[in-house]
């Protein structure tokens, strides 16, 4: 009886294991890298690098926020930067050519005419802030200040006029770039340069 048991398990084992067998596809194995350990082989598996970070303390939030919003008016005023300094370039050859002062004040009247075209919704869409770093990014390109640059094309009395609106809404024709102050605007003007090649 002992024996007849151990028959009719072995053939049930067998049984089972054989429509086991049947049932597995070459879909149910997957290959994986594995690791030979003494006579063991163990599945290896990679996953991908990720960071875990806490949540930043609230000062240096403020300093990412202030960093960010430099940053993206740096992105967005630095084109009309170099423009401008490629413009004032052209403009100042230009006028060295002119002998009257008649055709001085035409030749800035038409060129005025087409930055406005060119430029002038742009340029009204900044904001307050974007239009304090443009500045700066101006005097960067140019070497000299917005007021200066007013004054020399347009006289004293429209630089004044200009300051003193730039002075209502916080701004200062003056204002200059400072390689010591400005530090985090060289570091942003400097990426872009790096990534979209401006000269």
Not at 70 to 87: D, E, F, H
Not at 154 to 183: C, H, I, P, W
Request: with cysteine.
């Amino acid at each position: 009886m002992f024996r007849s048991s151990i028959i009719i398990f072995i053939c049930i084992l067998c049984l089972a294991g054989g429509a086991a067998a049947q049932q597995r596809t070459a879909t149910d194995t997957v290959a994986v890298r594995a690791v030979l350990y003494g006579n063991d082989t163990i599945p290896s598996i990679t996953l991908s690098i990720f960071d875990v970070t806490d949540k930043l303390p609230k000062r240096l939030r403020k300093q990412r926020e202030r960093w960010t919003r430099l940053r993206n008016a740096v992105y967005v005023t630095y084109p009309y930067a170099v423009s401008a300094g490629r413009i004032l370039k052209d403009v100042n050859r230009d006028l060295k050519t002119f002998t009257s002062k008649k055709q001085r004040k035409e030749y800035l009247a038409s060129k005025e005419k087409l930055l406005k075209a060119e430029f002038g919704d742009k340029l009204e869409n900044l904001s307050v802030y974007q239009g304090k770093v443009l500045m700066k990014l101006i005097h960067r390109e140019t070497g000299e200040n917005c007021y200066d640059i007013v004054k020399e094309l347009k006289g004293g009395f429209n630089a004044r006029m200009y300051q003193t609106v730039a002075f209502f809404f916080g701004g200062n024709l003056k204002s200059e770039f400072n390689t010591q102050d400005d530090k985090d605007i060289e570091l942003i003007v400097q990426e872009i340069q790096l990534y979209n090649r401006y000269n």
